[in-house]
């Protein structure tokens, strides 16, 4: 982890899981308990509790924590080997990031697509108003 309890500079693994709701992540290092940064797909945009409650998008969760917030993205882009994210006040206040953070991603070349393509994914998920404004990955 980075000095002082802050997110690493360099994520060196990224995944998925399909298997009950769709989630992409990176994280520090394999090891089960280093920090992490989770994108959860919305998987219930329609009921009308989880609109209430602002749940019907999709979700970060920042371990080892497991911070969370609903939305809150305003900006999402890979440049090369760098993710950079922009988040809302209120989002980076919630799960204790930086409004703007980037991120080396030392990851191979089937990670970096596979983060891609997960970002993409979950990040257009749920409500249209919290996709984010600059999406590019």
Do not use: K
């Not at 920042?62 to 969370?68: K, N």
């Amino acid at each position: 982890m980075g000095d002082n309890g802050s997110p690493p500079r360099v994520l060196r693994d990224a995944g998925e899981d399909d298997s009950d709701v769709y989630v992409v992540g990176v994280r520090e290092t394999t090891d089960a308990e280093s920090w992490s940064l989770l994108f959860m797909e919305c998987y219930d945009a329609d009921d009308e509790q989880e609109i209430e409650l602002g749940m019907d998008t999709y979700c970060l969760v920042v371990g080892p924590g497991q911070a969370t917030h609903y939305g809150g993205v305003r900006e999402c882009e890979i440049r090369g080997r760098e993710l950079r994210l922009v988040l809302a006040e209120d989002a980076a206040d919630g799960l204790g990031l930086p409004v703007e953070q980037r991120f080396v991603l030392d990851l191979p070349a089937h990670q970096l697509d596979l983060l891609g393509r997960g970002l993409l994914r979950v990040l257009t998920s749920g409500r249209r108003d919290a996709v984010p404004r600059r999406l590019d990955v």
